[in-house]
Protein backbone atom coordinates (compact mmCIF):
# COMPACT_ATOMS: atom_id res chain seq x y z
CA UNK A 1 0.00 0.00 0.00
CA UNK A 2 1.42 3.36 -1.25
CA UNK A 3 -0.26 5.46 1.37
CA UNK A 4 -0.95 4.81 4.63
CA UNK A 5 -5.26 3.99 5.72
CA UNK A 6 -6.35 7.81 7.11
CA UNK A 7 -9.56 9.05 8.60
CA UNK A 8 -10.58 13.08 8.70
CA UNK A 9 -11.47 14.54 11.73
CA UNK A 10 -12.44 18.22 12.58
CA UNK A 11 -11.04 19.82 16.03
CA UNK A 12 -14.43 20.25 18.17
CA UNK A 13 -14.05 23.16 20.11
CA UNK A 14 -14.95 20.96 23.27
CA UNK A 15 -11.95 19.39 22.69
CA UNK A 16 -9.67 22.45 23.08
CA UNK A 17 -7.87 23.37 26.22
CA UNK A 18 -7.45 27.12 27.61
CA UNK A 19 -5.15 28.51 25.08
CA UNK A 20 -7.83 27.59 22.32
CA UNK A 21 -5.14 24.52 21.87
CA UNK A 22 -6.51 20.68 21.48
CA UNK A 23 -6.16 18.95 24.39
CA UNK A 24 -3.11 16.33 24.79
CA UNK A 25 -5.37 13.58 25.78
CA UNK A 26 -8.09 14.15 22.42
CA UNK A 27 -4.69 13.18 20.63
CA UNK A 28 -5.37 9.54 21.89
CA UNK A 29 -8.28 9.56 20.64
CA UNK A 30 -8.13 10.24 17.37
CA UNK A 31 -5.41 7.78 16.66
CA UNK A 32 -7.35 5.07 18.23
CA UNK A 33 -10.44 6.48 15.99
CA UNK A 34 -8.06 5.89 13.62
CA UNK A 35 -6.90 2.61 14.30
CA UNK A 36 -10.88 1.33 15.13
CA UNK A 37 -11.73 2.67 11.68
CA UNK A 38 -8.74 1.12 10.05
CA UNK A 39 -10.41 -2.38 11.74
CA UNK A 40 -13.65 -1.56 10.23
CA UNK A 41 -12.65 -0.75 7.04
CA UNK A 42 -10.76 -4.17 6.96
CA UNK A 43 -13.92 -5.96 7.96
CA UNK A 44 -13.19 -6.66 11.07
CA UNK A 45 -15.60 -5.54 13.79
CA UNK A 46 -15.14 -5.34 18.21
CA UNK A 47 -17.12 -8.72 18.03
CA UNK A 48 -15.26 -10.60 15.59
CA UNK A 49 -12.49 -9.80 17.80
CA UNK A 50 -13.91 -11.48 20.66
CA UNK A 51 -15.78 -14.45 18.96
CA UNK A 52 -11.76 -15.66 18.66
CA UNK A 53 -11.14 -14.49 21.95
CA UNK A 54 -8.12 -11.74 21.32
CA UNK A 55 -8.67 -7.75 22.04
CA UNK A 56 -5.85 -5.19 21.12
CA UNK A 57 -4.55 -3.71 24.31
CA UNK A 58 -1.81 -0.76 23.81
CA UNK A 59 1.50 -1.28 25.61
CA UNK A 60 3.22 1.95 25.11
CA UNK A 61 2.42 5.82 22.88
CA UNK A 62 4.28 8.25 22.21
CA UNK A 63 3.31 11.47 21.10
CA UNK A 64 5.76 14.16 19.06
CA UNK A 65 3.79 17.43 19.22
CA UNK A 66 4.92 19.56 16.45
CA UNK A 67 2.28 22.33 15.24
CA UNK A 68 -1.32 23.63 17.35
CA UNK A 69 -4.49 22.20 16.18
CA UNK A 70 -7.55 24.74 16.74
CA UNK A 71 -11.23 24.24 17.18
CA UNK A 72 -12.49 23.91 13.17
CA UNK A 73 -9.31 22.78 11.86
CA UNK A 74 -9.52 19.55 9.53
CA UNK A 75 -6.71 16.67 10.35
CA UNK A 76 -6.20 13.15 8.52
CA UNK A 77 -5.22 10.67 10.94
CA UNK A 78 -3.16 7.97 9.40
CA UNK A 79 -2.42 4.68 10.83
CA UNK A 80 0.02 2.14 9.74
CA UNK A 81 1.07 -1.58 10.84
CA UNK A 82 4.44 -2.29 11.35
CA UNK A 83 5.42 -5.99 11.57
CA UNK A 84 8.54 -7.46 13.80
CA UNK A 85 8.62 -11.31 14.45
CA UNK A 86 7.42 -11.47 18.04
CA UNK A 87 4.12 -10.98 19.92
CA UNK A 88 4.19 -7.09 19.54
CA UNK A 89 3.84 -4.95 16.37
CA UNK A 90 3.64 -0.64 16.46
CA UNK A 91 1.53 1.64 15.08
CA UNK A 92 2.67 3.83 12.93
CA UNK A 93 0.08 7.61 12.98
CA UNK A 94 0.65 11.20 12.04
CA UNK A 95 -2.16 13.94 12.23
CA UNK A 96 -1.83 16.37 9.54
CA UNK A 97 -3.42 19.33 9.03
CA UNK A 98 -5.37 19.29 5.26
CA UNK A 99 -2.19 21.98 4.08
CA UNK A 100 -0.23 19.38 4.96
CA UNK A 101 1.65 20.45 7.86
CA UNK A 102 2.37 17.75 10.31
CA UNK A 103 0.63 18.29 13.64
CA UNK A 104 1.70 15.06 15.60
CA UNK A 105 3.11 12.15 15.56
CA UNK A 106 1.86 9.10 17.35
CA UNK A 107 3.93 6.07 17.68
CA UNK A 108 2.34 2.70 19.89
CA UNK A 109 3.01 -0.64 20.56
CA UNK A 110 0.50 -3.14 20.82
CA UNK A 111 -0.37 -6.85 20.59
CA UNK A 112 -3.26 -9.24 20.95
CA UNK A 113 -4.66 -10.69 24.54
CA UNK A 114 -5.87 -14.00 24.74
CA UNK A 115 -9.08 -12.80 26.49
CA UNK A 116 -9.09 -16.22 28.83
CA UNK A 117 -5.24 -16.65 29.72
CA UNK A 118 -5.06 -12.76 30.24
CA UNK A 119 -1.55 -13.20 27.82
CA UNK A 120 -0.60 -11.63 24.72
CA UNK A 121 -1.09 -13.83 21.81
CA UNK A 122 2.20 -15.46 20.44
CA UNK A 123 1.87 -14.17 16.47
CA UNK A 124 -0.95 -11.38 16.38
CA UNK A 125 0.14 -11.04 12.52
CA UNK A 126 -2.12 -14.38 11.99
CA UNK A 127 -5.01 -13.33 14.09
CA UNK A 128 -4.99 -10.15 11.71
CA UNK A 129 -4.51 -12.19 8.72
CA UNK A 130 -7.31 -14.95 9.54
CA UNK A 131 -9.75 -12.36 10.52
CA UNK A 132 -9.07 -9.54 7.88
CA UNK A 133 -10.85 -9.15 4.19
CA UNK A 134 -8.18 -6.40 3.21
CA UNK A 135 -4.68 -7.48 4.54
CA UNK A 136 -3.33 -4.72 2.61
CA UNK A 137 -4.54 -2.54 5.48
CA UNK A 138 -2.58 -4.09 7.71
CA UNK A 139 0.49 -4.27 5.79
CA UNK A 140 0.23 -8.25 5.38
Not at 27 to 37: Q, V
Request: hydrophobic share 40%; charged share 25%.
Amino acid sequence: MSEPFSVRVTVRGYETDVQGHLNQAVYLNYAEHARWSLLQAAGIGQADLVARGVGPVALETTIRFRRELLAGDEVDVTCAFEWGTGKTFTIAQTVRKTDGTVAAEISAVGGLMDLKARRLVADPREYFKELTTDPVLFGL
